[in-house]
């Protein structure tokens, strides 16, 4: 099976096509703006332009932009080829990127905490354990708030950051990457394509004027 893997939720770009577990094809950039008109391109850029039996997306949280853009995208495409399409949080892809990292280089897993760029100088944070499963709630704290949390090992975008305000741990600056999602467990993946902003949104709907 031929599964197409999108991750629009950070500061990057990335699209992969694997088969069964293998990589096909992908592609990673780091953007900051500009998902929209970056993300098809890339699709089109894989083998067969990225058609798969399968598309897998992540969620967030991260960039509201870039959640939709990549939703939108995988919700359209999965309609064209009739295939299933999957969510998955991506800190927990960050997560399972940092373990997999730490097997490679430590030759063992132990917890982590990732610490992502949210909105308005917040950072989202979260404990994963060992094996890539969330111990604590997805939060957006201040970075004076995100300190309390004593992991020693850190991974996600503010991973150098927050290691450097504390003084201590050990770092893995790690952003969203699709070419790894088949290090995800499959408990990651749902067909709940709600997205997962992590944080109550700038704008609120106004109260309708009393009649």
Request: a negative charge; proline letters at 8%; aromatic letters at 6%.
């Amino acid at each position: 099976m031929h599964t197409l893997a999108i991750d629009c939720s950070s500061e990057a770009c990335s699209v992969a096509l694997f088969d069964g577990p293998d990589l096909l094809a992908g592609d990673w950039q780091m953007l900051g703006r500009g998902h929209a008109e970056a993300l098809i391109p890339k699709i089109a850029a894989l083998p067969d332009k990225g058609r798969a039996e399968r598309i897998v997306v992540g969620l967030g949280p991260g960039s509201f932009t870039g959640v939709r853009i990549g939703l939108a995208a995988a919700r359209a495409l999965g309609l064209a080829w009739s295939a299933p399409v999957f969510g998955y949080p991506s800190l927990a892809l960050v997560a399972a990127m940092a373990q997999n990292e730490m097997a490679q280089r430590e030759h063992r897993q132990q917890p982590i905490l990732i610490a992502a760029t949210a909105g308005h100088g917040e950072w989202f944070v979260q404990n994963f354990a060992a094996n890539a499963q969330p111990t604590t709630p997805l939060a957006s704290l201040n970075p004076e708030t995100a300190m309390n949390f004593d992991t020693d090992w850190v991974a996600g975008s503010q991973a150098d950051t927050l290691v450097a305000m504390r003084g201590y741990g050990c770092a893995m600056p790690i952003w969203p990457d699709a070419r790894c999602a088949m290090l995800l467990a499959s408990g990651h993946l749902t067909t709940d394509l709600t997205p997962i902003y992590g944080r109550a949104p700038d704008a609120k709907i106004a109260a309708p004027p009393p009649l």
